[in-house]
Structure formats: C-alpha cells, structure tokens
Nanobody, 124 residues
Framework: EVQLVESEGGSVQAGGSLRLSCAAS????????MAWFRQVPGKEREGVAR???????TYAEAVQGRFTISQDVAENTLYLQMDNLKPEETGMYYC??????????????????WGQGTQVTVSA
C-alpha cells in the first residue's frame, strides 16, 4: 500500500517562501505521476503542480513562475518550492499519486493516493 506523508507546512507573510516535502513509501515504481493539490477555503480542490513518469512538470496557471515541483527519485520524495506566496493561497496542500502508466491529469478524482495534508498560511 502506498503511503504519502507531507512535511509540516508553515506560516509566512505575503511574498515569502515555503518548501513542502512528501515522503512516499510502499510500491512506487517508475510509472507514477505525482502532484500537489490544494484546498483553499471556499474553493474546490485544485491541482497546483505535477510531474509525470518522464519527469515532465506542469503547473497551474495561477502558480506558473512562482512554484517549482521536483522529486528525488532515489529517496521517493516529492517537493514543492513556493515563492512569492499570496494570502489567497492559504489552505491545505496535499501530495498525491497515481499509477496507470504514470500519466498526469488535473482532476483530483484521478488520484487514488493522498497524503494527510499540510497547512500553509500566508498573511497579508
């Protein structure tokens, strides 16, 4: 069984940076897509960044140029570097994974494996 455990989030002021990590255990293999989703109060859960089995990264338009997703394949760890954070990005951030050939999508329902979530708070 795959388990995903996010690092503790944090609180920053607007314009600040945070780095999240996600440790994956269990069978991961190579045909995996890993991604970060977030749940902002009052909004639907949304994809933020993803990386497919070939290492290709894709970002939501709202975070393009400010967030960077990366992974340490040997350590089965996923990262999300978040720069120039905005107050409206306060919420729960989740590490997610799917197999099925390692293809990535933005629909949360396509990801069967979720971490417990970590809180990110950005103050004005």
């Amino acid at each position: 069984e795959v388990q995903l455990v996010e690092s503790e989030g944090g609180s920053v002021q607007a314009g600040g940076s945070l780095r999240l990590s996600c440790a994956a255990s269990g069978y991961i293999g190579r045909d995996v897509c890993m991604a970060w989703f977030r749940q902002v109060p009052g909004k639907e859960r949304e994809g933020v960044a993803r990386v497919n089995k070939e290492g290709r990264t894709t970002y939501a338009e709202a975070v393009q140029g400010r967030f960077t997703i990366s992974q340490d394949v040997a350590e089965n760890t996923l990262y999300l570097q978040m720069d120039n954070l905005k107050p409206e990005e306060t919420g729960m951030y989740y590490c997610v994974a799917r197999f099925s050939g390692g293809y990535c999508y933005w629909d949360a329902s396509d990801y069967p494996y979720w971490g417990q979530g970590t809180q990110v708070t950005v103050s004005a």
